[in-house]
C-alpha cells in the first residue's frame, strides 16, 4: 500500500504534539505498533527466524525469492532510546520486501537503561556474527535510518580501529551524524519538519550519553577516510538535513565515496513512509544495492550421480521410481507457514529443489528458482510422478492435517539426504510457528548456512577404486497379482514395538534388519510353497537391502550414495528353519558389508559410467540401452527391496512436535511389491507398498509375527482409496 505525500504529512503533524511531548515508554509503544504494521503488510512474501544474543533479540527477515547474493545489516531509529524488535523487524520487513535481498535486523539495547557505547557494542557484535557465519564483507551492505544511520559510521569507525573488514556499501536514510546540533537547519526547518523537533532530539541525546563530540557518538566530527561508498537520503524540510548534508561533504573531503538524495519537501526519514512519489528514490537505492553487492548467483546445474542415471531411463508412463518420508506433528499444519519455511530450507538444498533436464548426452539437474508450491496429500502414497511433473520439479511437499510429506524421485537424493532435508524442513517450520530455537545437530542442518561443495558431490565417482566386481547374478522368485486398474498404491504399515523387536532380534544374535529381512523372507517362502509345490522348480528369495556409504567413506553429500547387498536363501535345496534363515542373512551380509567389496561393486557401475564409448552416445542411444540392461537385471536379480532408515534422531528441542516419522518405497515396476522401515520414540514402522489388489505377503509377514508371538498394530490407505475413487466418479 502507498501514501500520497500530502495526506502523510497531514498524519504527522496531527501527531506531531504528542510525539514531542510523550514519555518514553509511550514513544516506545507508538513505534513497536507501527513495526507490527509494517511487518504485517509485507510477511506473505517474506520468512523469519530469531537469533538471540547475550544482551539483545535479533531478527533474520528473508524474501521468498531474494534477488541478491548478499546481505544487509540494518540498524534502527529511535533516537537510541526506542525501538524494540517488533519495530526493527517491521522496517527490515519493508526492506527485504522492496530490494529482494536478505536482512538481518539487531534490536540493539536502548538509553537511558544502557546508554552509549551499548549500541555500538550491539552493532559490532551483530556485524562480527555476519563476518563469523561465512558473509565476505563484500556481501555485507549497511542500512539504518535517524539514529541507526548516525550508528552506521560509528560502527564503520570502530571497524577500522579494530581492524576489521568493512562492509561494501552504507544506505544512510535522514542520519544522525551530529547529536551536539550544530547544522543550521535545526532551526531553519523547526516548522517544516512534521515528523521531529530540536527538543525531541536533545532529550534523547541527553539520556543517551555526555559525550555528544566524541566521533563514536557524532560521526560527523570523525575523521572519515577508507569509509565503504555510501548513498545519503534526506528530506529537504527536515531538521537533521544539515546532519546529511555535511556528513556527505566530509566523507568526500577525506577522499570517501558519497552521494547525496535531498528530497525537497519531504521530512524526516521519508524513505519508510512507502510514498508513491519517492519512487525514484527507492529505485536509486535498488540500483545503488546492485552496484555494491555482487551480481546475483546463477541456478545451479549438476550432472546426475553414478545411481542416478537409470531412473530417468528406466521410469514409464506407469511407473515412477520415487520415495516419501512423512512425519507426523502434534498440532495441524499450517500450511502458509510450512510454505515459507520451504522457502527457506530449499535454498540450503540446491541439489533438491530442482528440475530434471535433458542434454545431448546426459540428464542433469537444474535448480529452481524458488520452492514448489505445497500440494494438499488428497490422493494415495506416491501418486504417480509423471515426467512432466519432474521436469518442473523433482520434489514435493504434501500436507494432510498433521502429517508432513515430502515425495523425491530418486535421481535427487535416496533415503538418508531426504531424511536430512525433512528433519531441516521440520526444524525451520517450527522455529517460524513457535519462536523456539532447534540447533545445527542430529541431521538438522542450519538454513542460514551456506550449501557446500562436499554436500553435492557425487561420491561414487570420488571414491572409485581400481578393482571392478562382477555384476552376474540369478534371477530371483517374483510375487504376482491382478494389477489395480487405476493405478491406485496400496500401502500397509505395521506399527511395531522397538524393544520387543529387538529382544527377538538378539536372540537369534541378528541385527533389527536383518531380522525383519529374516522374517520377510520366511513369508515369501511359504507364499512360493504355496505357489510353486515342486521344490525344485522353485526360485531363489532374494531381499534387496540398501546400503548407506557415508560413513564407510567419510561423505557428507546429500545425494545418493547407497548401494545394495542381496542376501539371500535357496528353496531348491531343502527347508530352512528360522534361525537358519537369520544365519544365513547374517553371514551374507557381514561378507558382503566391507569397504572393498562395496568400492569394488560401484566401481563396476561407474567405469561403464566413464567409458569413452558411452560418453559420446547421445542420450536417445543412451535411453535405449539403459532401459534395456534394466529390464533384463535391474530388478529381475531380487524379488524385492526392503530399505531400513533405522532410528531417527532430532534435537531435543523438537522431539515435543513430532510424534511419528514413516518411509515409503515406490513399488517395483514389473513385481508389486517394494518395503521399507523406520523408527521413532520406541515404534517400529513397517511400510508395504503394492500395486496389486491382493494383500498376499501382508498377510504371510503377519502370520510369521504372530507365530513368534508378537503384535503389530495395522493400518492401511483403504479410506484413502475409497476417498480417490469417490472424487474421481
Known sequence: MTLSAKFARKQLERFKPLMTESAIETARRGQEKLGELMTMTCKKTLSYASVSFENFESAWVMPKDDTRDGVMLYLHGGGYCCGDISYTKGVASMLASRFGIRVFAPAYRLAPEHRFPAPLEDALTAYRYLLENGYERTNIVLCGESAGGGLLYALCLKLRELGLPMPCGIVAISPWSDLTASGESYQKNKENDPSITFERLNFYATLYTSERENPLVSPLFGELHGIPRSLIIVGGDEVMLDDARLLHEKLLSYGSESELIVAEGLWHAYILYNLRECAEDYDRINAFLTEVLPRPRKLRWMR???????????????WTNVFRLSATLTEPIDIEILQNALD????????????????????YLEELSEAP????????????????????????????????????FHSITDGNGGLVFLKTLIAEYLEQLYGIEIPAEKGVLDRREEPEEAEMEDSFLKHRGDVALSRKDTDAYRIVGEKEPD???????????????????????????????????QAIMEIQEKHVPKIHKRKPVKVLLPVNLRKMFGSR?????????????DPAMGEYTFEEICRTVYFQMGMELTEKRMRAKFTANVNSEISPIIKIMPLFIKNVVMKMVFNAVGERKSTLTLSNLGAVDIPDAMKPYITRFDFILSPQSTAPYNCSAISYNGTLVFNFIRNTKEPELEAAFHSVLKRMGITAKVESNMQTRADTLRHAQ
Not at 546426475?304 to 506407469?318: M, Q
Not at 505445497?374 to 498433521?402: F, H, N, S, T, W
Not at 553429500?557 to 536363501?569: A, E, I, Q, S
Request: charged residues 20%; positive net charge; hydrophobic residues 50%.
Open 304 to 318: 546426475l550421480d553414478n545411481a542416478a542415471k537409470i531412473y530417468p531411463a528406466a521410469r514409464r508412463r506407469t
Open 344 to 363: 527457506v530450507t530449499v535454498r540450503r538444498f540446491p541439489s533438491m529443489a530442482v528440475r530434471l533436464c535433458s542434454g545431448v548426452f546426459w540428464y
Open 373 to 408: 508450491g505445497i500440494c494438499e496429500d488428497i490422493g494415495y502414497p506416491l501418486e504417480q510422478m509423471k515426467g512432466r511433473d519432474i521436469r518442473k520439479c523433482a520434489l514435493r511437499v504434501l500436507v494432510y492435517q498433521k502429517r508432513i510429506a515430502v515425495e523425491l
Open 487 to 521: 493405478g491406485f498404491l496400496n500401502n500397509i504399515a505395521f506399527l511395531l514395538p522397538v524393544d520387543i523387536i529387538h529382544k527377538e532380534a538378539k536372540k537369534y544374535g541378528v541385527s533389527i534388519t536383518a531380522f525383519l529381512t529374516a522374517v520377510l523372507m
Open 557 to 569: 553429500t546429500l545425494r545418493n550414495f547407497v548401494l545394495y547387498m542381496t542376501p539371500f536363501v
